[in-house]
């Protein structure tokens, strides 16, 4: 059971790009009190192989000033897009530290994933975080609820090699196999014939983009090793052309 948990919960981190991001502002906006203030704002978002969410944000925002006072945070990842009744869906609230990292590989993973922030990632105000995860609290339907931790969530670790090699892979299927990529979002997702460009691979599946719109392919089984990456992605193709 707590593996099913788990593995709605990674699918919800990978699938979806962006998340509501809680911070404590130090005071009330409007000077009143000098308590703590919940606030809540729209962040993109990138989870790494760890499933640890990368933001990139800006020093000017509130929600940065408040990290800066208190690291704590929490991000809601919606699942519930589309459904006629949302409250039925899956979403999952993370607790976890946000800290400023230089990790040059986590900000590739995250231009990656949104490749318009890259107009300014540059600019000096503006840093990636990591956020370290403590716990989840997932909500998958009517009296479906469950706390997990961080631990629960890791129960497929990445391959050693995948988060080094992955930036090869990617670039190698969107300069070269850019055919496989559309095979993949139309014959296996049924999705939209277009320009789609593959933006990560984890020990789980690959993440795809077209424009604004994201998709999320899975594997049939966990990658064994980064080596296993290459037979698992040509695999997909002859699927792909036998549907």
């Given at each position: 059971m707590i593996e099913d948990m788990s593995r709605t919960v990674r699918a919800l981190l990978r699938g979806l790009d962006r998340a509501a991001l809680a911070t404590a502002l130090p005071a009330h906006p409007g000077g009143e009190g000098s308590a703590a203030w919940p606030y809540a704002s729209l962040v993109l978002v990138a989870v790494d192989h760890d499933l640890s969410p990368v933001l990139l944000l800006s020093d000017l925002a509130e929600h940065t000033k408040a990290i800066a006072s208190d690291g704590r945070v929490s991000l809601l990842f919606d699942g519930t897009g589309g459904l006629d009744q949302p409250l039925?869906?899956?979403?999952?609230?993370?607790?976890g530290r946000a800290l400023r990292t230089a990790d040059e590989r986590l900000g590739q993973r995250f231009l990656a994933r949104h490749p318009d922030a890259a107009i300014y990632a540059g600019f000096k105000d503006f840093h990636f975080y990591r956020v370290a995860l403590e716990r989840a609290h997932l909500v998958a339907g009517f009296g479906k609820i469950h706390w997990l931790d961080a631990a629960d969530l890791l129960s497929v670790p990445a391959p050693a090699g995948l988060a080094?090699?992955?930036?090869?892979?990617?670039?190698?299927?969107?300069?070269?196999?850019?055919?496989?990529?559309?095979?993949y979002a139309q014959k296996l997702l049924g999705l939209t014939a277009?320009?789609?460009?593959?933006?990560?691979?984890?020990?789980?599946?690959?993440?795809?983009r077209r424009g604004g719109q994201v998709a999320r392919l899975p594997f049939d089984a966990p990658l064994a090793s980064a080596a296993e990456a290459r037979k698992v992605l040509v695999s997909l193709v002859g699927r792909a052309r036998a549907a």
């Open positions: 039925t869906g899956a979403r999952v609230t993370l607790l080094e090699s992955e930036a090869g892979i990617v670039s190698h299927m969107n300069e070269d196999h850019a055919d496989a990529l559309q095979l277009g320009d789609w460009r593959m933006t990560g691979i984890d020990v789980e599946g690959i993440d795809l």
